[in-house]
């Protein structure tokens, strides 16, 4: 199995960004479609960012479109996250998953076909 740690979340103004990083460990990344969510206090996990096993396709929640960009470099077993523009209803924790036995070119929008989570990275975002 692989092992997942977050980690670049941080306090910031609105309008800031950050860089979130997932290391990744325990397995060959490559083999994983990787995928990020969010969840806000009081409020159900969702869907961020997904990338393919190459890194070739990416899919986004319609909410973040245009400032965030999912990216993974396989060589260094690292998937990445830029969070751009931010508004305080950014504000969550945020975690990065691996997805199992998927294509090479399959984006993954769904939680529960993640079967590996990391512990998540706080993001707060100030008005």
């Known amino acids: 199995q692989v092992q997942l740690v977050e980690s670049g979340g941080g306090l910031v103004q609105a309008g800031g960004s950050l860089r979130l990083s997932c290391a990744a460990s325990?397995?060959?990344?490559?083999?994983?479609?990787m995928g990020w969510f969010r969840q806000a206090p009081g409020k159900e996990r969702e869907f961020v960012a997904a990338?393919?096993?190459?890194?070739?396709?990416?899919s986004y929640a319609d909410s973040v479109k245009g400032r965030f960009t999912i990216s993974r470099d396989n060589r260094k077993n690292t998937l990445y996250l830029q969070v751009n523009s931010l508004k305080p209803e950014d504000t969550a924790v945020y975690y990065c998953?691996?997805?199992?036995?998927?294509?090479?070119?399959?984006?993954?929008?769904?939680?529960?076909?993640?079967?590996?989570w990391g512990q998540g990275t706080q993001v707060t975002v100030l008005s």
């Open positions: 325990g397995r060959t990344f490559s083999d994983y479609a």
């Open positions: 990338i393919s096993r190459s890194g070739g396709r990416t």
């Open positions: 998953a691996a997805a199992a036995f998927k294509s090479i070119t399959t984006v993954v929008v769904t939680g529960v076909e993640y079967a590996y």
